[in-house]
């Protein structure tokens, strides 16, 4: 069985920075892309960024780039988001998910909220 | 490329056959997906290239279209589809969801 599990989020200050984390399990994860999905309070999904299986490609939604580097430790199962320059419409649910494009299989969330 | 979903909200009954569009701003061929979310958990995939129900997804769900505008297509509700749809297109980065459509039963 897939699982996802995501940690590290909490609250922060403007500008301030945090790394989130997702353990995989339950499949050959050095093989799969990745991809981080978020949605703020209420709101809707948004595609925050994806990585391919070695790390070696990244692609980052407009509004992060520069921002936010997605990496991953294929010895230890494990995805990373570290954000800097944190703002306000940063805070969100973080979403870790399988695959590059085509999200079958979610973690369980975890929040950041960015506020003074 | 923007994904606009139509109507927001759709309140149906048990047993009735409920369509939700979905419109791309530009042509994305056949590379779109619809996702259910409940509140408070994440969202499940039902259907890829905007047709091809993922496995294990009730057969009342389908999916149509191609381009610019699909279709979700969900007959003889239930009242475990209560949830939020999104659209997805996936034919180029930065990949973009619709806003919802929210279902009521």
């Known amino acids: 069985e897939v699982q996802l599990v995501e940690s590290g989020g909490h609250l922060v200050q403007p500008g301030g920075s945090l790394r989130l984390s997702c353990v995989a399990s339950?499949?050959?994860?050095?093989?799969?892309?990745m991809s981080w999905v978020r949605q703020a309070p209420g709101k809707g999904l948004e595609w925050v960024a994806n990585?391919?299986?070695?790390?070696?490609?990244?692609h980052y939604m407009d509004s992060v780039e520069g921002r936010f580097t997605i990496s991953r430790d294929n010895a230890k199962n494990s995805l990373f988001l570290e954000m800097s320059s944190l703002k306000a419409e940063d805070t969100a649910v973080y979403y870790c998910?399988?695959?590059?494009?085509?999200?079958?299989?979610w973690g369980q969330g975890t929040l950041v909220t960015v506020s003074s | 490329i923007q994904m606009t979903q139509s109507p927001s909200t759709v309140s149906a009954s048990v047993g009735d056959r409920v369509t939700i569009t979905c419109r791309a701003s530009?042509?994305?061929?056949?590379?779109l997906a619809w996702y259910q979310q409940k509140p408070g958990k994440a969202p499940k995939l039902l259907i890829y290239t905007a047709s091809t129900l993922e496995s294990g997804v009730p057969s009342r769900f389908s999916g149509s279209g191609s381009g610019t505008d699909f279709t979700l297509t969900i007959s003889s509700l239930q009242p475990d589809d209560s949830s939020t749809f999104y659209c997805?297109?996936?034919?180029?980065?930065?990949?973009?969801f619709g806003q919802g459509t929210k279902l009521e039963i």
């Open positions: 530009q042509s994305i061929s056949n590379w």
């Open positions: 339950g499949f050959t994860f050095r093989i799969q892309w």
């Open positions: 990585i391919n299986d070695d790390g070696s490609e990244k």
């Open positions: 997805q297109q996936y034919d180029s980065y930065p990949y973009t």
């Open positions: 998910a399988q695959r590059e494009s085509l999200f079958d299989h």
